[in-house]
Structure formats: structure tokens, C-alpha cells
């Protein structure tokens, strides 16, 4: 039974471009939630999909964007990059049901801007 | 709003050596806590959980009671071995919709 899996696992990007993301979720999960986890710091939260809707929000600005395919499959896109954007991006998903349920962790997505 | 706070590292320690990890917390409500490991160039892994107050999680001889007295969650193990050597995340779930606030990790390492 495959975990979550997330691509790709490197980018390097140039300040200003556009970048996207890729998460697809632990079977039988529903959930998406992405974190951006800078180098020697815990994960931050930036948004939750569900039912293909952004649920909740943390505190990043509209550049970053989501979306939820029907699939539960999940997409997270960056605009106008900046070179602080540079971290591990990280995709989490779970079952739907409340707070008592970890998260089941990706790799992550290692995204490089210069 | 929610917040973890956890012991800073790095934790060095022998082979064999007793392991805690502290970690308080500020929440409303009454959270799910949980510890996660996170070994090099990998995400991050589910460790133990504890979803009310005194319950204990467990798994692979790491340990970790729910105080909500204390408003503490403190990582143990009795012996730890080399392969425990990893960053650790302590963190929490106070709302029903799963959003987990973490805290920035303890690095711990152990040689032999």
C-alpha cells in the first residue's frame, strides 16, 4: 500500500517564476494538508484541502494556492517566487474524522530559488 | 493561539543512554498530542500519539504521557541506539479539522 507520494522530489527555480507542486495521498485518505518546513525549522501549515475545497488557511500570503482533484489527489502552486520561499515542502494527508488521526508524511519536495 | 515549545538541541547521548525530550504546549480545548520523527533527507513519521489526559503513547520503546496539569507531552526511552538518531517534532491537533501546529524539532544524536 503506497504512502503519500509527492513530486518532484528537487526543483530549483529563479526568483519571480511559478512553480506546482504534486501530492497524491495515502490510500483511503482524504485530506490534504501541505506544510512548507524551512531548513532547521518544524513544519509551518499552509493550507488543508477537503472535498476539494481550501478549508483552512495558515498564514501565507495569496501567492501560494491549492487545489483538490476528485481523485483527493492535490496540487500546491507558488507565483512569483522569492528566494525565502526556498524550503522542504511537504504534503501530509489523513481520513477524514476529526483530530485524533497523525498525519501520514510525503518526503517532500525540495524547492531551491536563486 | 496553539503553540509547542520543545527542549533545543542538539541532544547528544551514548548508546544506552536514557532519552527525554521536553515539550509544553498552549492550546484551547483539549489536544491531540503527538511526537514525530524526522530522519535525514525523509519526511516526517507518526512516533506516538495521545489524544486525552494521562494517556501514554508508545511505540518502538519511546514513551510519552498526556499531563494536562503540567500542560506537558516529554518524549523518553530508556536506551536509545544509533538508529534513533534523527530530528523530533512535538506537536498538537487542537481542532477537528486536523490542522497540527509543531514544534521546531530536537535534534538527537547518538554515538556508539
Known amino acids: 500500500d503506497a504512502g503519500v507520494t509527492q513530486s518532484p522530489t528537487h526543483l530549483i527555480k529563479t526568483r519571480g517564476q511559478q512553480v506546482t507542486l504534486r501530492c497524491s495521498p495515502k490510500s483511503g485518505h482524504d485530506t490534504v494538508s501541505w506544510y512548507q518546513q524551512a531548513l532547521g525549522q518544524g513544519p509551518q501549515f499552509i493550507f488543508q484541502y477537503y472535498e476539494e475545497e481550501e478549508r483552512q488557511r495558515g498564514n501565507f500570503p495569496d501567492r501560494f494556492s491549492g487545489h483538490q482533484f476528485p481523485n483527493y489527489s492535490s496540487e500546491l502552486n507558488v507565483n512569483a517566487l522569492l528566494l525565502g520561499d526556498s524550503a522542504l515542502y511537504l504534503c501530509a494527508s489523513s481520513p477524514t474524522g476529526g483530530s485524533d488521526y497523525g498525519y501520514t508524511f510525503g518526503s517532500g519536495t525540495r524547492l531551491t530559488v536563486v | 493561539g496553539n503553540s509547542v515549545t520543545q527542549m533545543e538541541g542538539p541532544v547528544t547521548l551514548s548508546e544506552e543512554a536514557f532519552l527525554t525530550i521536553n515539550c509544553t504546549y498552549t492550546?484551547?480545548?483539549?489536544?491531540?498530542l503527538f511526537w514525530y520523527v524526522q530522519y535525514p533527507g525523509e519526511g516526517l513519521q507518526l512516533l506516538l500519539k495521545?489524544?486525552?489526559?494521562?494517556d501514554k503513547g508508545s511505540n518502538k520503546g519511546f514513551e510519552a504521557t498526556y499531563r494536562k496539569e503540567t500542560t506537558s507531552f516529554h518524549l523518553e526511552k530508556g536506551s536509545v541506539q544509533v538508529s534513533d538518531s534523527a530530528v523530533y517534532f512535538c506537536a498538537l491537533n487542537s481542532g477537528g479539522y486536523q490542522k497540527v501546529t509543531f514544534g521546531t524539532g530536537t535534534k538527537l544524536q547518538v554515538i556508539p
Open positions: 492550546a484551547t480545548g483539549y489536544p491531540s
Open positions: 495521545a489524544t486525552k489526559a494521562d
